[in-house]
């Protein structure tokens, strides 16, 4: 090998890698990206390995669909001065943490007495409590559980997708049974008074080994495919103990309250242990129904169309938050929300705020943001690809999601939501985030909470939206971007009612003024 020719190919290798690694594409991923350009020169992950290495030249129609890809020039990977001293934070979460004080009030014992009496002073129950305690861990974990990923691996042995076929050989290896039972939909009222049709899906039952779903839902593939796959994740990692929720739609929200139980109103530890499993055996349906490589790959192909839960008999909720999971960009959050504003689930792993309590209903919510929008006009069918910037404490979010109205196994509407923070991707691509942000915010107030996209800012969002290869970051550009709000004066939108509900401080005006006095 000439030197000449290994210091290009060093050079050009080193570069293709740095783009991979910074936009948090395996090498299997990149070669099914170069398939998607062009399906003639796309290479395999070993061949991709040795032109990272420097062993190996890309050809002239490969090195074409890199630059497609990562939207760079030729000449870019040509010019071999051209170095990247570019560092990209790799540790932990930068969140600035406080010390609690004084820190005898955060004692073990004091915490174990206030805890319950605050939730009963603000009719929140222990499952509720215990939900809010799940959703910040996943949080923190950014939906990443590994031993339930492996642990369905394991049983399902990665097939993609999974037929109820598949799922009924599993039943019959680990020795669990399916009977069907008869019950129609009923009225049930929400504490607020609102009226909503409830369906009884699915139990187990410890005694027999029995799982008993509802026939109400034997045309619903997609939705006995999850209630098995749940079931089967309790049996898997509890031991088909019995101590796991059953499945409702309606009634509480699209919550799952226990057979022939009152819901409890105060803090009792097994509400955490029924939520935390709960929590675990819907994440290993998901694991088990969507296997991370496989369907990373398929959703790769697909460009992230959330359409193509119709293709694998998926519902799009289990569709929108395995995307939250197995995506390498993490900066992700979603959304289930029933009308006129009940929130049943969220995830906010792209740290998001949401003007929400815990399954509340809020009576006035920033009228810009996307869900709300789609939730007031539920005649919409199709996806609405949305973007939103948000300013809060001085810093700007840029945000791109997708909304899609759907309905639950009682019939009742409802609204899903996915979307990503695209903070990080502006820095992946080394814009001047901060100017591109305070840009397109500005813009955007200036014009009363909403723009179209100028060119220049259209073509930056393309250019992200192909690079993580998501057709509907693509598509939003040619809608209108509006500022969101977290309740605040900063949302032109929101401005008059945030006005309205102020509330002033006299004391610290009085302070103000005594001590502007006294100088």
């Not at 129950?125 to 939906?143: D, H, P, T, V």
């Not at 994740?233 to 226990?258: F, N, W």
């Not at 007031?376 to 809060?392: A, G, M, Q, V, Y």
């Amino acid at each position: 090998m000439k030197p000449s020719f290994f210091i290009k190919t060093h050079f050009l290798g080193s570069k293709i890698k740095h783009l991979r690694k910074s936009n948090k594409m395996t090498l299997e991923d990149l070669s099914i990206r170069c398939y998607q350009v062009d399906n003639t020169s796309a290479p395999s992950v070993s061949y991709l390995s040795l032109i990272e290495s420097g062993q190996r030249s890309p050809s002239e129609k490969l090195l074409k669909s890199i630059c497609v890809i990562f939207q760079k020039q030729k000449k870019w990977f040509n010019d071999q001065n051209l170095v990247e001293n570019i560092s990209f934070d790799t540790s932990a979460e930068n969140i600035s943490s406080f010390q609690l004080e004084p820190n005898f009030l955060f004692s073990k014992d004091i915490l174990e007495k206030t805890i319950p009496r605050l939730l009963s002073q603000t009719s929140t129950s222990g499952r509720q409590f215990a939900n809010i305690l799940i959703r910040s861990y996943q949080e923190k974990n950014k939906n990443q559980f590994n031993y339930i990923e492996k642990e369905a691996e394991l049983i399902g042995g990665k097939k993609f997708p999974l037929s109820i076929d598949d799922i009924l050989s599993l039943y019959k290896k680990n020795n669990l049974n399916i009977k069907w039972f008869k019950r129609e939909s009923f009225i049930t009222k929400h504490d607020t008074g609102q009226q909503i049709r409830s369906l009884f899906r699915s139990f187990y039952n410890q005694e027999n080994k029995t799982i008993y779903i509802n026939s109400k839902m034997k045309n619903q593939t997609s939705r006995i495919k999850y209630d098995l796959s749940t079931y089967l994740a309790h049996k898997v990692l509890h031991g088909g103990d019995g101590i796991v929720s059953s499945h409702a739609s309606g009634g509480e929200l699209g919550g799952s309250p226990k057979p022939f139980e009152k819901l409890s109103k105060s803090f009792e530890q097994k509400d955490v242990l029924y939520a935390w499993r709960d929590f675990e055996c819907s994440f290993f349906a998901g694991a088990l129904l969507c296997p991370k490589m496989p369907f990373r790959k398929a959703m790769n192909k697909a460009q992230y169309d959330i359409l193509t839960y119709k293709k694998f008999e998926l519902t799009p909720a289990v569709l929108m938050r395995r995307l939250t999971a197995i995506s390498p960009y993490k900066k992700w959050h979603y959304f289930d929300v029933y009308p006129p504003g009940y929130l049943r689930t969220m995830y906010r792993g792209s740290d998001i705020p949401i003007p929400w309590g815990n399954s509340k209903l809020i009576t006035k919510p920033c009228k810009q943001w996307g869900i709300f929008k789609h939730l007031n006009n539920l005649t919409i069918k199709k996806p609405i690809p949305h973007l939103s910037i948000l300013k809060e404490n001085n810093n700007i979010y840029l945000y791109c999601s997708i909304s899609l109205k759907t309905n639950d196994a009682a019939g009742n509407p409802h609204v899903v939501c996915t979307g990503i923070n695209l903070n990080d991707a502006l820095d992946m691509q080394e814009y001047n985030k901060n100017q591109i942000l305070e840009e397109i915010y500005l813009q955007c107030f200036k014009s009363g909470g909403s723009i179209e996209l100028n060119k220049k800012h259209k073509k930056i969002i393309l250019q992200i939206g192909i690079i993580l290869n998501i057709s509907w970051i693509i598509d939003s550009i040619n809608n209108p971007i509006d500022i969101i709000c977290h309740t605040s004066a900063d949302c032109p939108a929101c401005e008059s009612q945030v006005k309205q509900a102020k509330k002033i401080s006299w004391t610290n005006q009085i302070r103000k003024d005594i001590l502007k006095q006294s100088l």
